[in-house]
């Protein structure tokens, strides 16, 4: 069964840090472009941050860059999220998703393109 299940969420003040962890089961990670959303209530679901299989780029919204970074971790089957500089507008549901690639294929994007999901991870950023 494959699976992608995401961990490191909770509240933490305006200025702080998490890290995302998503880790997957059943399929090779290295595999697959991975990419970071996030859901505020009343909002619809935004592209964050995305890994390329393709060379390993990376790609951020412009409202995390410079906070975000993602990054994965072949011997741990994991991805991961690290935010620093947290606001309060980043406060949402985060997911990681996942779709396979060939070798050369296309660079990730930020686009609903991906046909994995996980469950998701409440982050909540507030004093």
């Known amino acids: 069964q494959l699976q992608l299940v995401e961990s490191g969420g909770g509240l933490v003040q305006p200025g702080g840090s998490l890290r995302l962890s998503c880790a997957a089961s059943?399929?090779?990670?290295?595999?697959?472009?991975i990419g970071w959303f996030r859901q505020a209530p009343g909002k619809e679901r935004e592209g964050v941050s995305c890994f390329s299989r393709r060379g390993g780029s990376t790609f951020y919204a412009d409202s995390v860059k410079g906070r975000f970074t993602i990054s994965r971790n072949d011997a741990k089957n994991t991805a991961y999220l690290q935010m620093n500089s947290l606001k309060p507008e980043d406060t949402a549901i985060y997911y990681c998703?996942?779709?396979?690639?060939?070798?050369?294929?296309?660079?990730?994007?930020?686009?609903?393109?991906?046909?994995?999901w996980g469950q998701g991870t409440q982050v909540t950023v507030s004093s």
């Open positions: 998703a996942a779709v396979r690639v060939v070798v050369g294929g296309q660079l990730c994007n930020l686009r609903n393109t991906y046909n994995y």
């Open positions: 059943g399929f090779t990670l290295d595999y697959y472009n």
